[in-house]
């Protein structure tokens, strides 16, 4: 079980991970920029509820 997970994206420029969600997504390319949820159902949540166009996944978080 993961302790902490993260909303992730593929791009042209490879993963690109959540930062925050404020009306408008903001993405980064690291994973240590990207916003951390404490359980990976959140993740799932904040995930689901962007655009379909962009199809993201939630994933563990890196330690």
Do not use: I
Not at 6 to 32: C, F, H, I, K, P
Request: aromatic content about 8%; hydrophobic content about 50%.
């Amino acid at each position: 079980m993961a302790l902490a997970a993260v909303v992730a994206r593929t791009s042209q420029n490879g993963m690109e991970y959540l930062v925050r969600d404020t009306g408008r997504a903001e993405w980064a390319l690291s994973a240590q920029a990207a916003a951390r949820f404490q359980t990976f159902r959140d993740a799932t949540r904040a995930a689901m509820r962007l655009p379909s166009s962009l199809k993201a996944y939630a994933l563990p978080a890196e330690s």
